[in-house]
């Protein structure tokens, strides 16, 4: 049988091993270099912050500011003394440490957020 | 009443000061132990430094002494003092401590990258420490002449002199651990005898305590106004304080400068309990000092006076010890702040070393001012100071952390209209040009409630004129105010 | 007249031409000195004034900021009616009238940018106030690279304009690549670091691997922690954030070293760690402490029989934070340290000390070098001084 013809070749190559991805640019990396991604990342934390700061601030505040005024229309010593002497202090240090925890958990939510994010 | 106890006890205070911030503490580990470079100080201890630190003759004596002559509205001083932590709290405490500036000059540089406003600054955290040193000075003055019977100014030169004697012969070495100890000193000093007088007065009766108008010595004819400017400036004055600014270096971070800050909180607001105590009971038994004679000294004559006898003595020389401690440990602390900021700032050459020569300047100033200037009660004194630092610091700081358009022609604008109104009309009411009754004097003598504002509106409108001098390292500065650690170092701590 | 009164006429005549002459010279010629100057000299002054004022920010590069703080100098040199800088992209600043011509400076000047060789074109516009009618650019360059351009306008055509502007521009360049040897400079000092890194090592590597080795079997719990130490202790060397750390970290490091030498030397060295609690948070440059701590090891140990002892202390002291690294080991001859601060010693011992004061000095200025007192045989002390805040370090 003589007539048979040639087998075909094909051309076979290995599959192509160095695939070069895209770089995966990482939120923190935005921050550190100040990109426009990263600014809006550190404001956003920043009104948090602020919110919580003025939220505390506005009560001390509010409370304080009216109290001269109370204590004006009450005329009563014993008022003051019990609130200006004792009463205040407690408060304070509340409010303080309310204020404490929300920062501290605003800022474990926005760690998270930035490290917990894929590349956009 | 016998001196010689309350003598030896303000001798063994003044020794124990030179001694221990002269020479200081060592703390050796050989490498057998464990490694010391790993620690920081916690939270807990270094509030417990800051508030040895911060409560001055002003908390010690001046609060209670006003009480007595006016009243309890005078207890928005001691409620203000502790405030003005929050306000720090909330709005600069972290950024403060995360901005890596040891004094308020290295914050303004950092932030606005200019030396003027650094110069300006500077200047006026001299003039803001000085205002607050006069009144320690005086106050120790008027302690020792209680009990000795000694001149005026000499428990002023005393002081100065060993605050200058304690910094050449160590240098500038902050210990915490002494001013731990300092504050549990003056918290002992003022908690033993207010209870033995809180028993006596049972013993007696409780007779009670009236205040009366007719009884109140006239202290402001709008007092009102007055009060309200008291508030403005304790609690808005706090933060730009210089020896307060300062402690927040020692924070190893800013999460735990917030922990601090609410340790001093709750520990100074302890500590302010007891005032009052001794102002009520100084009406009751004291009454002559109401309305002639320093009312400062009513702490100090009570223990005296109510108990009597070996306990009162003894007790009287406790209190008069802690009050010494008061005046020393916040004498030292801003006499090396403000030697501190003379030194990097205003003294021309660098090469030598000059904070010797600095702190001699730093001193002999308030020390010339508290014996020129007539006396006038501690804790108003005191709040001229908190004032000043009002109206030029708060701007500066709470701007420059939280608004992206602060400039420098701004927060000079600021600091100049605003801490420079302050500071004149200090001067003027000292000066004694303007008296009371009437609306020039409340406004010149509280000045907070109309300088806070316009410091903050100079600083705001001039910034928003000039948009082009916005400092190019700003959005750098407010991430690294803002950004939590863990997302600064990249590593879990 | 007789003729002894023509001699007498003459004579006079002679004289009088002769005095008129030389008066006449001597007035005619240009005052040559003055004690208070001449014009030409005032204008002399002027000029190197003006251009010394217009040089410190060009130090700086050639940016946007520096253009505009130097280009009203540099206009009053030539004394045109405007004045451009450009950089290869666009226009950096504009000084004195017309800037609406700015719009078209690019396309003028591509040619300059490309080929390097000053041009000169018509620059008309419709307005009629307008006085630019002329203009020459000429380039910036530095190392053969064009980096902008400099454009004077002026009402006419001038070839003395063309020859000043040329002129300017070359000194413009001495500036910027004076600013291209500060940035080199900089580069140096960062190469060094990564080299004295490298340094670190190998060399502590090796001995160190085979100081644990020796415990593995006596004493695994030691050898475990030895171990761990080693890791962390080289994870702090090579890591890449920042050029800043803060004294917490560098006496960690510093600690977990010396425990690695103790490993190896037992009781031979003992050492004494002070620290004040204060200064912990205090930021310095990357490793500049572990040299001088390898360096008094090194010393305290060659040649030593009997043990020696090192002391490290860190104190609070106001603004600053002070470091001193004390040795009683063989010490070194003070002249020939003063040749190795220099950078005229050579080999290898002292690179560490020199490098750190080198940076020491860059990051802090002069005052703040190393300060080192020691003799032959006297063992050695090192006092470093931080400063608590400095604009820029930020330890991370």
Redesign the interface.
């Known amino acids: 049988m003589s007539a048979e013809p040639t087998p075909r070749r094909e051309v076979v190559t290995g599959e192509p091993r160095r695939v070069r991805p895209l770089p995966r640019y990482r939120t923190q990396s935005e921050i550190d270099e100040q990109t426009a991604l990263g600014g809006a990342y550190v404001r956003s934390l920043m009104r948090g912050q602020l919110r919580a700061g003025l939220t505390a601030f506005a009560v001390l505040a509010a409370v304080v500011g009216t109290l001269p005024l109370v204590f004006e229309a009450l005329h009563s010593s014993a008022v003051v003394w019990a609130v200006l002497g004792f009463a205040a202090y407690p408060p304070l240090t509340l409010l303080a440490w309310w204020y404490v925890r929300r920062a501290e958990r605003n800022e474990s939510d926005f760690a998270r957020l930035v490290e917990g994010r894929p590349a956009p | 009443m016998s001196r010689t106890y309350a003598v030896a006890a303000v001798a063994v205070v003044v020794l124990a000061t030179v001694l221990v911030g002269g020479f200081?503490l060592?703390?050796?580990?050989?490498?057998s132990d464990f490694?010391?470079?790993?620690?920081?100080?916690r939270p807990r201890l270094n509030a417990a430094a800051i508030s040895g630190e911060y409560l001055s003759a002003a908390s010690f004596l001046g609060i209670a002494g006003l009480v007595l002559v006016h009243g309890p509205d005078m207890l928005w001083y001691p409620v203000g003092y502790t405030a003005g932590y929050l306000v720090l709290l909330v709005f600069v405490a972290a950024p403060l401590r995360r901005s890596?500036?040891?004094?308020l000059p290295?914050f303004a540089?950092?932030r606005l990258?200019s030396r003027q406003v650094r110069r300006l600054v500077s200047v006026l955290v001299v003039g803001a420490g000085w205002l607050y040193l006069v009144p320690q000075l005086q106050g120790a003055g008027l302690t020792l002449k209680i009990l000795t019977g000694a001149p005026g100014w000499l428990g002023d030169v005393l002081v100065a002199s060993v605050v200058v004697l304690a910094v050449a012969a160590g240098?500038?070495?902050?210990?915490?651990f002494v001013q731990v100890f300092q504050y549990w000193l003056k918290l002992t000093a003022l908690l033993v005898p207010a209870i033995f007088l809180v028993l006596a007065w049972r013993g007696d009766g409780q007779p009670r305590v009236t205040f009366d108008a007719h009884l109140s010595a006239f202290r402001a004819d709008h007092p009102l106004y007055a009060t309200y400017g008291l508030i403005v400036a304790t609690f808005l004055g706090t933060m730009g304080l210089p020896h307060v600014v300062v402690r927040f270096?020692?924070?190893?971070n800013g999460r735990d400068a917030r922990r601090t800050t609410v340790a001093v909180l709750a520990l100074i607001g302890v500590f302010y309990l007891l005032p009052p105590v001794y102002g009520a009971l100084g009406r009751l038994y004291a009454p002559e000092l109401i309305h002639g004679g320093d009312a400062d000294a009513a702490v100090l004559l009570l223990p005296g006076r109510v108990i009597g006898g070996l306990g009162g003595d003894l007790l009287g020389a406790l209190v008069a010890g802690g009050a010494f401690a008061a005046f020393l440990s916040t004498a030292s602390g801003l006499t090396?702040a403000v030697?501190?900021v003379i030194?990097?700032d205003v003294l021309p050459s660098?090469?030598v070393r000059h904070?010797r020569l600095a702190t001699v300047l730093a001193i002999s100033v308030p020390l010339a001012g508290s014996l020129m200037v007539s006396r006038v009660p501690v804790a108003d004194s005191v709040g001229m100071a908190f004032a000043v630092s009002a109206s030029s610091f708060c701007p500066l700081l709470v701007l420059g952390i939280w608004w992206r358009r602060l400039t420098p022609p701004g927060a000079v604008a600021g600091l100049l209209l605003g801490g420079g109104s302050a500071l004149l009309s200090v001067a003027i009411t000292v000066s004694g040009a303007v008296r009371p009754p009437g609306w020039p004097h409340a406004l010149l003598a509280w000045p907070a409630v109309w300088s806070v504002p316009v410091g903050f509106l100079a600083m705001i409108l001039v910034s928003l004129a000039t948009p082009r001098r916005i400092p190019p390292g700003t959005n750098a500065a407010m991430t690294?105010f803002h950004l939590p650690e863990a997302l600064?170092?990249?590593r879990q701590r | 007249m007789t003729g002894a009164g023509y001699a007498v006429i003459v004579v006079l005549a002679l004289l009088l031409f002769g005095g008129g002459l030389l008066l006449g010279r001597r007035t005619a010629r240009p005052l040559r000195t003055s004690d208070v100057g001449t014009p030409v000299e005032h204008a002399t002054f002027e000029t190197l004034h003006t251009a010394s004022l217009a040089a410190p920010p060009l130090r700086a590069g050639l940016t946007g900021d520096s253009a505009r703080r130097s280009a009203r100098r540099l206009r009053s040199l030539l004394g045109t009616d405007a004045l451009c800088l450009t950089d290869r992209d666009g226009v950096l600043v504009w000084d004195g009238e017309g800037d609406h011509h700015g719009r078209h400076v690019m396309e003028q000047v591509a040619g300059v940018l490309e080929t390097g060789r000053d041009t000169a074109f018509r620059s008309d516009c419709d307005d009629l106030d307008c006085p630019l009618k002329w203009a020459v650019a000429v380039p910036l360059t530095v190392d053969h690279r064009v980096l902008g351009t400099l454009v004077a306008y002026a009402p006419r055509e001038s070839a003395v304009l063309a020859r000043a502007a040329g002129e300017v521009a070359r000194w413009v360049c001495v500036q910027l690549e004076l600013a291209e040897l500060d940035r080199s400079r900089t580069q140096l000092i960062e190469a060094e670091i990564r080299a004295l890194r490298a340094q670190i090592s190998p060399h502590f590597i090796f001995n160190s691997l085979a100081a644990i080795a020796s415990f593995v079997r006596t004493d695994p719990e030691q050898a475990r922690e030895l171990l761990l130490e080693f890791a962390d202790f080289t994870r702090y060397s090579f890591r890449s954030?920042g050029d800043f750390t803060t004294l917490?970290d560098e006496?960690?490091s510093?600690?977990q070293y010396?425990?690695l030498v103790?490993a190896r030397f037992g009781e031979r060295l003992?050492?004494?760690?002070?620290?004040?609690?204060?200064v912990?948070?205090v930021?310095l440059p990357f490793l500049c402490l572990q040299p001088l701590v390898e360096n008094a090891v090194k010393h305290g140990l060659e040649g030593a029989v009997t043990s020696s002892r090192i002391t490290i202390s860190a104190?609070?002291?106001?603004?600053e934070a002070e470091v001193v690294i004390e040795d009683d080991g063989t010490g070194m001859d003070p002249q020939r340290l003063r040749h190795i601060l220099r950078g005229e010693g050579g080999g290898s011992t002292g690179i560490g000390l020199l490098n750190v004061d080198e940076r020491l000095r860059q990051v802090y200025?002069d005052?703040y070098g190393l300060v080192i007192e020691t003799g032959i045989g006297a063992g050695m002390r090192i006092t470093v001084r931080l400063p608590?805040?400095r604009?820029g370090?930020?330890?991370?």
């Open positions: 200081g060592r703390i050796s580990r050989t490498t490694y010391v470079a790993s620690r920081t100080v890596g500036a040891y004094t290295d540089e950092g990258e240098g500038m070495r902050s210990i915490t270096y020692t924070s190893p090396m030697a501190g030194t990097q660098r090469g904070f690294r600064t170092t990249g | 954030h917490a006496l960690h510093i600690d010396l425990a103790r003992s050492v004494t760690l002070q620290v004040a609690p204060e912990l948070p930021a104190l609070d002291a106001g603004s200025g005052d608590k805040y604009a370090v930020h330890g991370s």
